[in-house]
């Protein structure tokens, strides 16, 4: 079955550093789209990064433009978020998740989504 | 911008209909995607694509989109539906393309 596990995260002081990871099992990560979507406490979704499956297109939000690089290694099975120059305000779970586009429109959503893991940006 | 306006709060008695409505100017010409997350899980699509449902999500779940807002009806609602909702669009040849709407909490009174 289809699973996503996240990892690296932890309590960070502001101006630091965290790399995020997400390990994939029970579909083919190098055939599929990934995301990174954070949530703060108490807030909504919000969309952070995008990689395709070649790692060839990436998007970052613009709130995290310049600080936050995804990226994957597919024979590992693995997604990863490197976060720079953590703020206050980048305190959330972080989830990743698979995004998928099954017409072929250029429209993704997000059909599996790991637990996520809590970063926190505090002195 | 690009701001996806959902309501706070939606409420709707066991077995009434509940819509939970996503809105901005032509989104009509976008896919729009839902997700239920109760609280300390991650979200669920529910809705994808507009009006297509993943398998295993009840026939009670159902999209449309048209004009400027997508509408999520979920009919003869349950106890077990009350979660946050929120809507979501990709923008295609934008290069921060992945938007959510702020999210409806739905209370099943």
């Known amino acids: 079955q289809v699973q996503l596990v996240e990892s690296g995260g932890g309590l960070v002081k502001p101006g630091g550093s965290l790399r995020l990871s997400c390990a994939a099992s029970?579909?083919?990560?190098?055939?599929?789209?990934m995301s990174w979507i954070r949530q703060a406490p108490g807030k909504g979704l919000e969309w952070v990064s995008y990689?395709?499956?070649?790692?060839?297109?990436?998007y970052h939000g613009d709130s995290v433009k310049g600080r936050f690089t995804i990226s994957r290694d597919n024979a590992k099975n693995s997604l990863y978020l490197q976060m720079n120059s953590l703020r206050a305000e980048d305190t959330a779970l972080y989830y990743c998740?698979?995004?998928?586009?099954?017409?072929?429109?250029?429209?993704?959503?997000?059909?599996?989504w790991g637990q996520g893991t809590l970063v926190t940006v505090s002195s | 911008s690009y701001v996806l306006t959902q309501p706070p709060s939606v409420s709707v008695a066991p077995g009434q209909t509940a819509r939970i409505t996503c809105g901005v100017n032509n989104i009509g010409s976008k896919s729009v995607h839902w997700y239920q997350q109760k609280p300390g899980q991650a979200p669920v699509v529910v809705v994808y694509?507009?009006?297509d449902r993943p398998s295993g999500i009840p026939e009670r779940f159902s999209g449309f989109n048209s004009g400027n807002t997508a509408t999520l009806t979920i009919s003869r609602a349950e106890a077990g539906d009350e979660a946050d909702y929120y809507c979501?669009?990709?923008?295609?040849?934008?290069?921060?393309?992945?938007?959510f709407g702020g999210g409806t909490k739905l209370t099943v009174l």
């Open positions: 694509d507009d009006s």
């Open positions: 029970g579909f083919t990560l190098s055939d599929s789209y």
């Open positions: 979501q669009v990709w923008k295609t040849n934008s290069d921060h393309p992945g938007v």
């Open positions: 990689i395709s499956s070649s790692g060839t297109t990436i």
């Open positions: 998740a698979r995004a998928r586009d099954p017409y072929g429109s250029g429209s993704y959503h997000f059909d599996y």
